[in-house]
Nanobody, 122 residues
Framework: QVQLVESGGGLVQPGGSLRLSCVAS????????IGWFRQAPGKEREGVSC??????IYVDSVKGRFTISRDNAKNTVYLQMNNLKPDDTAVYYC?????????????????WGQGTQVTVSS
């Protein structure tokens, strides 16, 4: 069963931008929180941002640089990433959580995509 599919990762220089996409079923988009998480080599999985309705949450390290948004007509949630830094290098995952209080707690998310690699390097 494929519920979430990420795309848009790649190699970018420091200061550059990428836009990640997460395609989900309409049921998931309508009734679940959609979150973005990332995992860098040797580090724990980290919550980056999430969206439910018009409510959005960002981890402090990406505030002012990343923007989460949704296009219901395309069944897609986006993560626009600007002013990328080497520390942003990670595999990025989209995920879906049933509960409104899920926030950036990965343990609350029950559906996960396969991930897309983001590499920020000169």
């Amino acid at each position: 069963q494929v519920q979430l599919v990420e795309s848009g990762g790649g190699l970018v220089q420091p200061g550059g931008s990428l836009r990640l996409s997460c395609v989900a079923s309409r049921f998931i988009l309508d009734y679940y929180t959609i979150g973005w998480f990332r995992q860098a080599p040797g580090k724990e999985r980290e919550g980056v941002s999430c969206i439910r309705g018009s409510n959005k949450i960002y981890v402090d390290s990406v505030k002012g640089r990343f923007t989460i948004s949704r296009d219901n007509a395309k069944n897609t949630v986006y993560l626009q990433m600007n002013n990328l830094k080497p520390d942003d290098t990670a595999v990025y995952y989209c995920a879906a959580a049933q509960y409104i209080l899920s926030g950036l707690n990965a343990s609350r998310y029950t559906y996960w995509g396969q991930g897309t690699q983001v590499t920020v390097s000169s």
